[in-house]
C-alpha cells in the first residue's frame, strides 16, 4: 500500500525533499486516495521551513499528539521495553532496519514498515492501532489542525468504523498539555525525579505513568503479557 508510505512521510517531520517531488506526490494522491488532495496541495504551498515550525509546535510540545505510538498505551511503565523490542523483531524479520536513532513505535516508521506488507496485513495493521489513530486524529482536530485528515485516511483505509469525530467527547474535556504552563509543570515535575526519585510521591507517580495508558488500548499489544501478536 504505497499511500501508507506517503501519509507517513506527511506525518513525519517535514524533509525538504518533499517539496523537490511535488508531482509524484500529487500524482500518487490522486491515484490512491484523492480526498487528500486539498490537504496535499495546501501542505506542498506553504514554505517548508514554515511547515517544519507549525510541525514542531503540533508534534513536539506535550505528550498528547506524540507521535509515538506506545507513549498513548505503555507510556513510562516497564512494559512499553518489552513491546519495543517485540516490535523491533518484527520489522527485522521483515527485512525493515533502523538505525541508531529511531524508536520502533515512531507512527511513520511503523506506516513504512506495513507499506511493504500485503494489502490485507497492513489493512489489519491499521484496524491494531486504529483506537490511537482516533485518539490523535482527534486531538488534532480540536486544535484545529488539517493534520486530523491524515489520521481520519488512515482510519478510511483500514475500514475502521473509528474516525476523529468519534473522539469528540473525550478531547472536548481534555486539559491542553502543549500551553507554557503545562509545559512548566512537566519541566518541574522531571526536575524533582531527576534529584531524589523517592522524594516523589509514589501514587503521583504512578499516576502520571498511566496518563495515557488506558486512553487506548490497541489490539495488537496483549497488555497482560506485556507484547505484540
Not at 506517503?6 to 509524484?24: R, S, V
Request: glycine content about 4%; hydrophobic content about 40%.
Amino acid at each position: 500500500m504505497e499511500m501508507l508510505k506517503l501519509i507517513g512521510m506527511l506525518i513525519e517531520y517535514p524533509d525538504e525533499a518533499l517539496w523537490q517531488h511535488q508531482p509524484e506526490i500529487v500524482a500518487l494522491t490522486e491515484q490512491h486516495y484523492p480526498a487528500l488532495l486539498p490537504f496535499v496541495h495546501a501542505y506542498l504551498a506553504a514554505r517548508p521551513l514554515d511547515q517544519q515550525a507549525d510541525w514542531c509546535a503540533l508534534f513536539e510540545r506535550g505528550r498528547a499528539t506524540s507521535l509515538l505510538l506506545f507513549e498513548h498505551v505503555h507510556a513510562e511503565s516497564r512494559d512499553r521495553g518489552q513491546a519495543m523490542v517485540d516490535l523491533l523483531a518484527q520489522y527485522e524479520q521483515a527485512g525493515l532496519q533502523l538505525n541508531c536513532r529511531e524508536l520502533p513505535d515512531y507512527l511513520p516508521l511503523y506506516l513504512e514498515y506495513l507499506s511493504l506488507r500485503p494489502a490485507a496485513e497492513a489493512r489489519q495493521g491499521l484496524l491494531d492501532i486504529a483506537p490511537i489513530l482516533a485518539l490523535l486524529g482527534g486531538r488534532l482536530k480540536e486544535r484545529e489542525s488539517p493534520f486530523h485528515q491524515l489520521f481520519d485516511a488512515l482510519l478510511a483505509l483500514a475500514e475502521s468504523p473509528l474516525s476523529s469525530d468519534s473522539v469528540t467527547q473525550q478531547t472536548a474535556a481534555e486539559p491542553r498539555d502543549d500551553t507554557r504552563e503545562a509545559l512548566d509543570a512537566v519541566w518541574e515535575e522531571e526536575q524533582v525525579k531527576f534529584i531524589d526519585d523517592n522524594a516523589c510521591d509514589n501514587s503521583a507517580r504512578q499516576q502520571h505513568q498511566r496518563r495515557f495508558r488506558d486512553d487506548a488500548a490497541p489490539q495488537y499489544l496483549d497488555l497482560s503479557a506485556g507484547g505484540t501478536r
